[in-house]
Structure formats: C-alpha cells, structure tokens
C-alpha cells in the first residue's frame, strides 16, 4: 500500500496514474492541504460505508443499536483519521475514501450470496482473465470486476471510441478519440482499485500473445474472446489450447455463446472443428470469398444467422458500413460471458459446448409460461 508521500510526489511530477493509498497519523490536514493546491476534489464517505459494512456483518442486530456502534467503533479503531484506504482517481480530479481492501470487499459483493458462495467468492478473487476485444468485451470487463470474477484483468485493443460505438457501448461523449482500452480501465478502477488491470494498447500480436496469455503474473485462468477477425480468433486458440486455457466468446448474433475448455480437453480442435483443417495462417491468407465461407462455417450456416445479419451481408460496402449490433444484444452477451466464466472457473460447467439464447426465439407470442 502506498503513502500520501507516493500522491505528494505524483502530483509533483505531473503523473496520472491510479493511486491507493493510506495516511498515517496526524495527516489528514496535509491531503486537504495538497487536494485544495491541485483543485482536486475530496470525498470522505466513510461513516456511510462502515454503517453499511456493520448491516452485512450483523444482519440480526437492530440497525443504528449498539451492537452497531461498538463494532464499527472496534472496527475504527483509536485513530480513526487512519482507518481505510484513499483512492487518487486521476481522470476525475477526486480522492476517496474507502474501506479497507477486505471490507471494501465484503460489502460490495455482498449481494452475491448465496448465488456465489463467500468461499467461491474468495477463490474467484484470486483469478487471472484476459479479454481481448473491447467492444463486447467492454461491457464483459465490467461485468466479471461488477461480479468479483478476478483478482486481474487483462485487457487488449489498439481501437479508440467512436460516435457509432455509442449505440451499444456503456460509455459517453465525453469519451470520443479516447482509447477503449483506457476506458475499460478506468471504470473497471471505479468499480474495484483493487483488481490489477494490465493493459495490452497493440491488442493481441504474435509478438505479444504469449506475454498477455502466460506472462506476468502467470497465466491466465480464462480467456473471453471477442476480436473481430476469424484469423486472430483461430490463432489466439491454437495459443490457448497449446495453454490449457478455457476459452469463453459471445457472437452477439442471436445470443451465440461458445465455450472451450482446453484445460480439459487439450486435444480438441479449435472452435469445435467448423473450419476442418484451415488454420490461423492459412485464414489469414484467403481470398474475399473463401473468407466469406469460413465466416459463415463459424456461424454454422446462413441458415443460423438473424434475418438482420443475413440481409446485411449483402449490403456491406454498399450501403452500411459493417455488420449490425444492438446494445441489448452486446449486454446480453456481455452476461451469458460473466455466468459462463464464473461457472468454467467454479467447475461447475465440465464440458465444452455451443449455445443459443436467442431473445427473439424465447420470448415470443406463444413462449409464455403462464
């Protein structure tokens, strides 16, 4: 944990850079002094989260009773000034206060029981996942840090916000030209500083996928795949299955989920075998054509696309600029990716397999259940 020190020399130096630490005694007038000289603003909420803290750790006691009190005055301790951490939010210009890393916890994953147990939660914090892709995989960052999925994120695309990505991107104007890989990681910082974000800015290359797949840390306990282009797709599993990392992907179309586990089933082809025997480099090397063809094998056919895709096939180049996407549909595979990957990692999903949870299917005149 750093010191105020580590914030005094980061706004000396101009840095912009996530920050947590802790103050010592006697300098809480000194972090107002340094907040007020650099315009920053500070927020202290402390009383508000420990009186929340004490509810989930003494649900049976009466609320504001004195069992409440005493706890949250043991748990306070004798300097209360140096109790929790601060957080240094660059971007936004603010300091807050927050619970210890371990009580933040507690409380902001409280929800989760008992659909995820409190030992499950514990051993989910300790995982590595990669996402690649921030479009999809934007929203599927932040639903595995919403969920308390992984200890560390890392994340890769080169691409930056556009006006178009609005339509299905949880983000705002204020973003345009801005980095999706920058993004990503600051709200994943606001959900939980805690989780470790290790960026990838070139996206995924044959210089750096081994680095982002096995390296650092250690490597990655799960990978959500969400690239654009059918050769990275085919070549980042060949890496992963040479890896023994599960593979979890969202199609986006008709609610296609893909999961791969080749820590159980090293031995299988990759992306259950639809493209037979062409690989990475060879996709990489087709013509328009062939490439069309090896796109619609992917999907399992014309016949499985959504009317929308299948008629915009045809209209690409011409009249739209690419293929459709909905935002109900990224956040609908941005959640089937967080439920399939709690579940790869809990082991509670054994086997590899291809889903459909197509919305327009499910829910139609005739499907109700009453």
Excluded at 2 to 12: G, N, R, V
Excluded at 84 to 104: K, M, N
Excluded at 149 to 176: G, P, Q, Y
Excluded at 306 to 313: C, D, I, T, Y
Aim: hydrophobic fraction near 40%.
């Amino acid at each position: 944990m750093s010191t105020l020190a580590a914030l005094e020399q980061m706004l000396d130096t101009g840095e912009r850079e996530l920050l947590v630490f802790e103050l010592g005694p006697g300098e809480r007038p000194r972090l107002a002094s340094l907040a007020w000289t650099d315009g920053l603003d500070v927020v202290d909420s402390i009383d508000q989260q420990l009186e929340e803290w004490v509810r989930t750790a003494l649900p049976g006691e009466p609320r504001g009773g004195t069992a409440h009190q005493e706890a949250i005055a043991r748990e306070k301790g004798a300097d209360p000034d140096t109790y929790g951490a601060w957080v240094y939010f660059p971007w936004r210009g603010l300091i807050t206060r927050l619970l210890p890393r371990e009580r933040f916890r507690e409380v902001r994953t409280n929800r989760n029981r008992t659909k995820i147990t409190d030992a499950q939660q514990r051993m989910l914090l300790e995982r590595r996942i990669g996402v690649v892709g921030l479009s999809v995989g934007h929203a599927s960052a932040l639903v595995l840090a919403q969920e308390g999925l992984c200890a560390e994120l890392r994340i890769a695309d080169f691409d930056v916000i556009e006006l178009s990505n609005l339509n299905r991107l949880r983000t705002s104007l204020a973003h345009l030209g801005c980095s999706k890989l920058e993004v990503t990681r600051r709200e994943v910082a606001e959900i939980d500083p805690w989780i470790k974000v290790v960026p990838f800015a070139d996206g995924i290359r044959d210089h750096n996928v081994e680095d982002f797949l096995v390296g650092g840390t250690g490597k990655l306990d799960l990978l959500v795949e969400e690239c654009d282009t059918l050769p990275m797709k085919l070549a980042i599993r060949e890496r992963c299955r040479a890896h023994r990392i599960p593979v979890v992907m969202d199609t986006n179309d008709r609610g296609l989920l893909d999961v791969e586990l080749f820590d159980r089933e090293p031995a299988r082809p990759v992306l259950h075998g639809l493209f037979g025997d062409v690989d990475a480099a060879a996709a990489a090397t087709l013509p328009p054509e062939q490439r069309m063809a090896l796109f619609l094998a992917f999907f399992g056919g014309a016949e499985k696309l959504s009317p929308a895709l299948r008629e915009s096939l045809e209209r690409i180049g011409r009249d739209l600029v690419s293929y459709p996407q909905l935002s109900s549909d990224v956040h609908l595979g941005a959640a089937l990716v967080a439920n399939a990957a709690r579940r790869v990692l809990l082991g509670e999903l054994a086997r590899s397999g291809r889903y459909r949870i197509d919305l327009d299917e499910l829910v139609a005149d005739g499907r109700s259940v009453l």
